[in-house]
């Protein structure tokens, strides 16, 4: 589906975020892809991104069905791509974000190098998408443009809510909810790290951008 | 066994938790019981309250004590705001046509129709693969309901039957395609058309000369609806990766920057030599 696509915010507020994500076509190149979606991700994991995730199987950053009360005073921000490694059991998409595009391009170099032949694609920037997959000497091969939200606008939240829930696609992330972490940011009763790691629970394919989050939450705070 | 997410009244502490975690709105605190409860109706059963939220496992009776004291002192307690104190969801059997609302809302429930996670197809993403969207062609996304609103597929039907009698040709494998009774006209199976999910993904392609009409159609119908419209529109690139709707999109004037690229480097695996 399109769950990277529609990210919220002017071409400057999305400058820290590319989503770079592997994955076989189903039937046809299915074939020992966990393996070659496993070495996806540890090249990945080479560039330091700030989320990673598969799909199916969850991020990085993840609820536990098993807390103790002492987690509300001092709780683990449960941040461990070594999980998501693990869990990797069957051929779906597999995902890396980052906040800075020097590091997609090092990332694209890797993979072009590894030969994996897995469909590879950037959401993000599309003309920086572009002319890094340049740099790399890679010649994309199709393109999906957002035309952004058409119909009924009067049903959005305003736009720093908006920036945070659409990093997630599926909408595992609530408006409310955002503005409830916004909220609690500007009582400073959280940290925006804080904040953006319990949104980034939500998002079960770990495409949620932690970087991006906490400069929104510190806009947010400001009011700017 | 498919599963529908009630608040167990037995264990619910009214710690309101949940409330802003629905993407729907659908919980909130009953003042007459004191306990969380779910708007069926709104409710898209996404699971994002069951799955998404960490579990403790407290005596209830005793949570309730702690909090009864602590509001008669005035006191703030300051929890964990995605805890679920008691474990007080709890998953219940779902049946037909309400399974439509989990498959089209959690994306953890691969459909049918498509066999992979998520609403729509893999489109665009495996292009380099699958050549489904070919040179000269446009492929379309066309999502209602997100972000965070939900949409009724008596909405998703409007626009269905709006984009019909247009040059476009329905993705086989998409999930709102096996659900049409008739692709000629659009229609869709008539008990869903009041089930209500997360968003839902309707895929279609058509020839580059026929975007500014398909785009037209879909802005028109979007007003009409109850909801919100997010629309993608897909190309495969020339051998020096250069796009043609780029250019028509600008000579209809939107304006567009984020994008979905593919770097082109998926293959087909080679024949088993015989």
């Known amino acids: 589906m399109t769950n990277t696509l529609h990210r919220f915010g002017a071409p400057e507020t999305q400058r820290d975020d590319y989503i770079i994500f592997a994955m076989p076509a189903k039937g046809i190149n299915e074939a020992g892809a966990i393996g070659k979606l496993q070495t996806f991700l540890r090249l990945a994991l080479k560039h330091g991104p700030v989320n990673v995730g598969q799909g199916s199987r969850g991020g990085m950053y993840r609820p536990s069905s098993n807390l103790t009360p002492l987690a509300h005073w001092s709780r683990p921000e449960g941040a461990d791509a070594e999980t998501v490694l693990k869990a990797m059991d069957e051929p779906s998409v597999v995902a890396a974000v980052f906040d800075d595009v020097a590091k997609v391009e090092a990332l694209l170099k890797d993979v072009k190098e590894a030969d994996l032949g897995l469909s590879v694609n950037i959401s993000g920037l599309a003309d920086e998408a572009n002319a890094c997959c340049k740099r790399a000497g890679i010649t994309r091969h199709s393109i999906e443009y957002s035309l952004g939200f058409h119909g009924d606008l009067n049903q959005l939240p305003d736009r720093h809510v908006l920036e945070l829930s659409t990093m997630c696609g599926h909408g595992m992330l609530s408006h409310n909810f955002a503005r409830k972490m916004i909220d609690m940011v500007r009582e400073n009763r959280r940290t925006p790290q804080q904040a953006a790691a319990t949104m980034a629970r939500f998002c079960t394919c770990g495409i949620f951008n932690l970087a991006r989050a906490i400069r929104v939450l510190e806009q947010a705070r400001k009011g700017e | ?274």
């Not at chain 2, 089209?104 to 050549?131: A, M, Q, Y």
């Not at chain 2, 692709?183 to 580059?208: C, F, P, Y």
């Not at chain 2, 919100?228 to 000579?251: N, P």
């Open chain 2, 1 to 274: 066994m498919e599963c529908s997410v009630e608040i167990d009244d037995r264990k619910c502490v009214a710690c309101a938790n949940c409330v802003p975690v629905c993407p729907m709105g659908a919980i909130y605190i009953d003042p007459v019981v004191n306990r969380a409860t779910v708007n069926l109706d709104e409710c898209v059963e996404c699971f994002t309250c069951y799955r998404g939220m960490s579990k403790e496992h407290m005596n209830p009776t005793l949570v309730r004590a702690v909090r009864r004291v602590a509001k008669w002192l005035r006191f703030r307690f300051d929890p964990e705001p995605d805890v679920c104190p008691t474990d007080a969801l709890t998953p219940q059997e779902l049946t037909w046509p309400r399974t439509v609302r989990r498959a089209f809302s959690d994306p953890l429930v691969p459909h049918e129709s498509t066999g992979i996670h998520g609403r729509g197809t893999e489109e665009v993403k495996t292009n380099d693969v699958t050549n489904r969207v070919k040179e000269g062609e446009a492929g379309f996304t066309i999502e209602f309901g997100r972000p965070g609103v939900g949409v009724r597929f008596g909405d998703v039907q409007t626009m269905t039957t709006a984009l019909a009698p247009l040059p476009v040709e329905f993705e086989d494998k998409n999930p709102v395609t096996s659900l049409m009774t008739d692709r000629v006209t659009g229609a869709l199976q008539s008990d869903i058309l009041n089930e209500k999910v997360m968003s839902a993904i309707l895929e279609l392609k058509t020839r580059l000369e026929h975007v500014p009409a398909v785009l037209e159609r879909v802005e028109a119908v979007a007003q009409q609806l109850d909801t919100i419209v997010s629309i993608g529109v897909s190309t495969r690139c020339d051998a020096k990766g250069d796009d043609q709707v780029a250019r028509i999109l600008e000579r209809e004037g939107y304006e567009f920057f984020r994008g979905k690229t593919n770097l082109g480097l998926g293959r087909r695996p080679e024949p088993a030599a015989v």
